[in-house]
């Protein structure tokens, strides 16, 4: 009779939710992740295919850290140092690295190794 009082039903549903929110928040915090380095890679990729480190380079990745800068003042991780990190990332996980058959369909697709979108973007660099 103890187990169902009204304070033990209480506890017991406080836990559950509690458990819900903590997990949840992970699941949350993961999937931020993935989506940030989908954008790094993504415009890592970009910078890739656009050869910006040659020539007119360097001014058009300092041109476009600024903008971005400017449109997303309250972003950080748009330093020019940082483009050029995205466009490293991009081009470490599709030259040097191992691609399966399967892995090919995904880089044609804009989509990072499944290993490479679950990482935090400070163990990619």
């Given at each position: ?26 699941v ?8 940030v380095?989908?954008?790094?890679w ?22 476009l850290s600024?903008?971005?800068k ?24 599709t ?12 880089f044609e ?17």
């Open positions: 009779m103890e187990n169902d009082s009204p304070i033990n039903k209480y506890n017991e549903m406080l836990r559950e939710i509690i458990a819900e929110v903590k997990m949840t928040r992970v949350i915090a993961n999937r931020l992740s993935a989506s380095t989908q954008l790094y993504n415009i890592g990729k970009r910078l890739s295919i656009e050869k910006l480190e040659k020539g007119y380079g360097g001014r058009v990745v300092e041109q600024a903008d971005l400017s449109e997303f003042p309250d972003t950080e991780g748009f330093s020019p140092r940082s483009l050029l990190d995205m466009k490293r990332l991009y081009e470490f996980y030259n040097d690295f191992q691609i399966s058959p399967q892995s090919v369909a995904e697709n804009n989509i990072p190794p499944q290993a490479v979108a679950v990482l935090p973007w400070g163990h990619l660099c």
